[in-house]
């Protein structure tokens, strides 16, 4: 989605609101995922509260606030993927797209169904509960933090730069813009992801330089280099999507990379 | 002069005063010097370094924490060393938390990226304490640079003491004491094709980076990038790490980087814009514009 579209939903909300502090509204919606993602939310420890006080409030989720049904919010961090036998969830991702401005898949399993791919049902107590998809076959996605777990300070740079994109000043705002693109890129990208995407897209493509940061990014290790390239053991892969994200030649965005001194200044003094 | 040497503090030329690194180092030995220093003086626990590996030549990035384990890496390796698959596992296995790391201009975008997205980096981002950029005009797999050196050089991998890319040749020096030089003409169809994508030759990206061109045998050529590079120079060349010489007091100094750095973007510039159209109606995959 365009952030021109982010922007104008993002308005919308806005003046749905009521007009208190300056802060965004964030919810997060659990699918079928294991927790991790909102652990790895967690594992920001004083930084999550920071943005809890300053520049968020919390108004949806299972295990942290009270309240049943998905309510109106600015953002929605979505975890898991959705199982299409379990009528409740697929009813909750459609209404969360609803209600939210800004839909979030968070983690390998929202983006690309990650683990849960492997699934061929059979499970007490549900053993019908077969079919997992990735949050993006089912309703539209904003942007993606795939891996697994994703990282605390990806979840971190993305609500900064979320709040920044929606409350902050112009220049602001430009810089949340250029930052959040190639996420929502990754959203257009599609809904599948697997260590062959370091083949496919970047060897096959004559775009990898042997860096070395796709095996550094892999949660199993099922990645090593053999002479400078990537071999990635498929039978280990859990299809999470970090390596391909993670791939300086995935996307390169010299106007954010080149000024990661003063972004890391930033989101450091944004923290505080 | 423009963005084509990025954004530095200062540069300058430079050598290591340390007799013994310089024994074996491939220029002024500015990269095992400042990790010496930053490892002595605790600035890093370790650093992640292209060492020897199972063949001649052949690197292997693993992560030195002494100074001794730093000496091993000396030299330049013309061939792909992956030095940036460490970088979790060395504030994990390794439990460091303060990591240097060296590598080519592609490493060092690959730093800052993670750095500032960091997919599957968790916990990274602040234990990055030292990153050195080499400069790198291209890089080689490794069968091109067997192929170099015994095909066409006519050496055993075994039997070289040093190679060198430089005044327009690439050179391969025996332990013997014998000196063989290439036409560039006959390494580039070698290279590495993911380098013909590259916009970068002086690791713009760098805290401090660093190559030969632009200064005489022996010495170095350093940009001294980000406030954290500046802070660890400045305390090393305190220290008497290095000697140094105003860059506009050396042959043939900072219009020859310039030149080389420009030619290199422009040249691979074209290659990206190339790949726009390179089927019909089909073009291949362009990372500077989305994934
Ligand atoms: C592929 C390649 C191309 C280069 N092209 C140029 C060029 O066009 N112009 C120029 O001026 N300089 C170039 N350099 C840099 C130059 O050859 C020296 O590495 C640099 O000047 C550092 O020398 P030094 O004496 O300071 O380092 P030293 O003290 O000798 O240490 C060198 C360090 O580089 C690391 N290293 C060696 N090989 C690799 C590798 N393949 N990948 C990552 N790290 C490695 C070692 O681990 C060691 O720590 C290139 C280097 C490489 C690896
Ligand atoms: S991360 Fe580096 S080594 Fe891995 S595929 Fe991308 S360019 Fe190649
Ligand atoms: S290879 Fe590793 S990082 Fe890549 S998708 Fe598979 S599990 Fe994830
Ligand atoms: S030319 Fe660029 S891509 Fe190739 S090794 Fe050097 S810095 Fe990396």
Redesign the pocket.
Known sequence: MATADVEKKAEITKKEEKPVAEKITVGHVHMSGCTGCLVSLADNYDGLLTILDKYADLVYGLTLADVRHIPKMDVALVEGSVCIQDKISVEEIRETREKAAVVVAVGGCACYGNITRFSRGGQPNQPQHESFLPVGDLIKVDVYIPGCAPCPQLIRNVCVMAYLLLKGNQEQQELAKKYLTPLMQLADRGTEACGCD??ID??NQG???????????CPVRA?T?EY???NVNREMCIKCGA??A?????FFNFDVITEFEGISELINGALQ | MGTELGKYKACVSARSTNKEILKRSQDGGIVTQLFAYALEEGIIDGAIVAGPGDEPYRPRPFIATTVDELMSARGTRYN?S?N??WIKEATRSYGLDKVGIVGTP?QMQ?VRKGQLYPFGWRDVDDKIALAIGIFCMENFPYQSIKQLVEDHAGVSMQSVKKMDIGKGKFWVYTERGATVQLPLKVTHKYEQP?CHVCLDYVANLADVSTGSVGSPDGWSTVFVRTKNGDDIWGKAIAAGCFETKPIDQVKPGLELVSKLANEKINKNQKTVEGRATFGVDKALRNPYIKP
Not at chain 1, 207 to 217: D, K, N
Request: hydrophobic share 40%; proline share 9%.
């Open positions: 370091l083949m970047v060897v775009l990898c330089m042997g860096c070395g940061s796709c095996a550094a990014a990645i280099h400078g390239k990537p390596c391909y993670q791939c300086p030649r995935s | 792909i992956p940036v698959s592609c690959a993911g």
